[in-house]
């Protein structure tokens, strides 16, 4: 009680100072204070914004210069905070907790997506956005470094949002596209319901040299023509409902259904650029899934309470059957490859968690976690000759995995003093996996993941981070069945036998706020056990690439984040961001025995995003751009380098001054000259050096124009 009333009087001091009468802003600011109990308010009126004690408070009138509709235009602009959902790609509930709050509650858990939370929420129902910079007793952090909470207005009524989209592809396909959701008051809880639909026809070119005797001799030129059609349609279901004073259930379900289709044509000419031979293949990829999470929380007393979250998900998918033919001049017809995948898949996971905040200065939280997840696959392949279709045998081509893996864990959340709180936190982890079909085996494995986290605030403009944990990665499903790519000629051998691979991570952080902007540096440093990568191994008298573990490798990483307001170089209303990351990735080849990069990974990516608005005109425009350094991949008898060219350049413009509707056209791509692809391939082992052939390829989508509407009703 003692801090509100500090709150208050530092507050009501600060409105003193700017001035009286109070200005609109003047009052909104001493709300948010008054709201949020915050002491200390060290605010700057001129850019809506408040700080005190690791939360920086961002008014509605802070983002109006975005020209924002919906709530995620908002955290989108929030200085020096990325939106994550945290790692939805693993199997269960522990690692999917996003850096999200909508009134200081999780909005949901794996069914829907932070972007689709926040896309259906309009901006005028939001009052305020809170981003937390340090982990603190009275917000659920889950070990993330920062989390935004939105708070909603009281006393918001039905509302809706849509946003309708039309794109022109480089093979002149419009394709449409709609997102639309409403939401109603029932009672007094509420239902959101949202449809998500769209279509595509994007094509792929690409340009390709063989070059054999050595990679000396020009042997052939390919020409491909990929046209690829894309359509999906999305509902999603969300039931928030209050049942008492202390207890509330959140229900949310999506569905979806899927179709891809894909039609390739390729011309492959000699080095005189006489035709060799005409290739073609057509392939119908489609599925469907559904999920459907439920959450109920109950407030035991007012510093325990109790979460149970229910989550059910399952998918299956059918592909082709997808046959790859050869023609040559003269004699038409000579063969095909005939490809054909199916496989379903399935989780489901409880998870119960007690939370417990003795005091202002500590919270507690424990609980356990258990989730079932199975995958069966099975694809066949056959030699088609033009009078008989033969199967081909592939080894672990047809299989099922479950895994049964439960938890316990462990938080602790301790604001040592004003500046300084320690994260500490205990994963223990117990799974069993086993797999049947043309492999059988089971294996267990016990895990424990410890972490903790230190932030120092030196000022409200300093902060500094230091955490350690260890994590363990989950073993791909897809990695234990094989699997073949007939169109680079490629197959992967499904491996039973490999483990997890572990990290221990240490990583310091400095951030510094600079009035609406910031800057943060992150250099992390990750000693890994087992490292995932590529192994050889010979089935039937071939060599095959397969998932297996390399041995020890080390990652020095460093990051750079920054969030730049330009009026100060004249550009009015102009914000740039900017991402730089820096990889140096080291492990032992297993074939060479030399210290090389890990498979896969880039040194360098950067991404810079600008946008100016012009008020008065009701007008904005930006740009978007993204690089990514050259990337390795090392296989038995191949090396392959990965190349982005120029990196990847967008453009837009809006405006808001028709209907009350933001409309923004624009193009993605508009650098594009393709991606390149060097594949180096092997006489043997690559560990002998003896090149056999290179392949040289460039393969480009194109640019692709749009025009979108997105409003609120």
């Not at 794109?167 to 449409?176: C, E, K, M, Q």
Request: proline fraction near 3%; hydrophobic fraction near 35%.
């Amino acid at each position: 009680m003692r801090g509100f009333y500090l709150n208050a009087v530092a507050c009501t001091a600060l409105m003193t100072a700017i001035g009286t009468p109070a200005s609109a802003l003047q009052t909104e600011i001493a709300a948010d204070c008054l709201a949020a109990a915050i002491g200390g308010c060290a605010t700057v009126a001129a850019s809506h914004v408040a700080t005190s004690n690791g939360v920086a408070v961002y008014a509605a009138a802070f983002f109006q210069t975005y020209s924002p509709v919906t709530a995620l235009d908002m955290v989108q602009r929030v200085p020096g905070f990325s939106l994550s959902g945290g790692d939805e790609g693993r199997r269960g509930l522990a690692d999917s907790f996003g850096n999200l709050l909508i009134n200081g509650a999780r909005p949901s858990n794996k069914s829907l997506s932070l972007q689709t939370v926040l896309q259906r929420i309009p901006m005028a129902d939001v009052e305020r956005i809170e981003l937390v910079q340090e982990a603190l007793p009275q917000y659920d952090m889950r070990g993330h470094a920062r989390l935004v909470n939105v708070i909603l207005r009281e006393g918001a009524g039905n509302s809706g949002s849509y946003s309708v989209v039309a794109r022109l592809s480089d093979a002149n396909r419009v394709g449409p596209g709609v997102d639309a959701s409403y939401t109603m008051r029932v009672g007094a809880g509420e239902i959101t319901a949202g449809i998500d639909a769209g279509w595509m026809g994007n094509r792929v070119r690409r340009r390709e040299e063989l070059w054999t005797g050595g990679g000396n001799t020009l042997a052939e030129r390919r020409f491909d023509n990929d046209q690829r059609h894309y359509q999906e349609i999305t509902p999603t279901f969300t039931l928030n409902y209050p049942l008492s004073d202390r207890s509330n259930i959140l229900f949310d379900a999506r569905a979806n259904w899927w179709e891809w289709r894909r039609t390739q044509r390729s011309f492959i000419d000699d080095s005189a650029g006489d035709p060799l031979r005409f290739e073609q293949n057509a392939t119908d990829n489609n599925g469907n899934s559904w999920s459907a999470t439920a959450t109920h929380t109950y407030e035991l007393t007012d510093q325990l309470s109790l979460e149970t979250i229910g989550l059910i998900s399952r998918e299956q998918w059918d592909d082709g059957p997808e046959a790859f033919e050869t023609f040559t001049p003269g004699t038409g017809f000579v063969g095909a490859m005939i490809f054909e995948a199916n496989g379903e898949y399935e989780e489901t996971a409880l998870r119960s968690t007690v939370s417990w905040t003795p005091n202002a200065r500590h919270s507690v939280e424990f609980g356990a976690e258990t989730a079932i997840n199975a995958r069966d696959t099975a694809f066949f392949l056959f030699d088609d000759d033009g009078t008989t279709i033969t199967p081909i045998n592939v080894p672990v081509s047809d299989t099922r995995v479950e895994e049964t893996r439960s938890e316990l864990f462990a938080n602790h959340v301790w604001s040592v003093s004003d500046r300084l709180s320690l994260e500490t936190g205990l994963r223990y982890e117990f799974s069993e996996i086993e797999q049947t079909g043309d492999a059988e085996q089971s294996r267990s494995f016990t895990y424990a993941k410890p972490s903790v986290t230190l932030t120092w605030r030196h000022d409200d403009e300093n902060r500094f981070r230091v955490s350690a944990r260890r994590d363990v990665a989950q073993l791909s499903f897809g990695k234990f069945a094989s699997s073949i790519d007939l169109t680079d000629n490629n197959s992967v051998l499904g491996n039973p036998d490999y483990v997890p691979q572990r990290t221990w991570t240490l990583e310091a952080e400095w951030e510094r706020r600079f009035g609406d902007g910031s800057f943060s540096l992150v250099v992390g440093h990750d000693w890994v056990q087992d490292l995932d990568d590529f192994i050889p191994i010979m089935s039937g008298g071939q060599v095959f690439d397969a998932p297996g573990n390399i041995g020890d490798g080390t990652n020095l990483r460093v990051t750079a984040n920054l969030t730049a307001p330009l009026d100060r170089f004249g550009l009015n209303n102009a914000v740039l961001d900017a991402f730089l990351e820096w990889y140096n990735t080291d492990v032992e080849d297993p074939l060479t025995f030399e210290n090389r990069p890990w498979s896969g990974y880039r040194e360098w990516e950067l991404r810079l995003d600008y946008r100016q608005t012009f008020p008065e005109a009701q007008m904005a425009w930006g740009w978007d751009y993204f690089w990514l350094s050259n990337g390795e991949i090392y296989r038995a008898q191949e090396f392959r380098q990965q190349g982005f060219t120029d990196g990847d350049l967008d453009i837009y413009v809006e405006t808001t001054r028709y209907w009350g509707v933001t409309i923004r056209a624009g193009i993605d791509g508009v650098i594009n000259n393709g991606d390149d692809r060097e594949r180096i391939f092997y006489d043997g082992s690559r560990a002998n050096g003896i090149i056999d052939a290179i392949e040289y390829q460039n393969a480009s989508m194109g640019d692709t124009a749009y025009i979108r509407a997105r409003g609120t009703f």
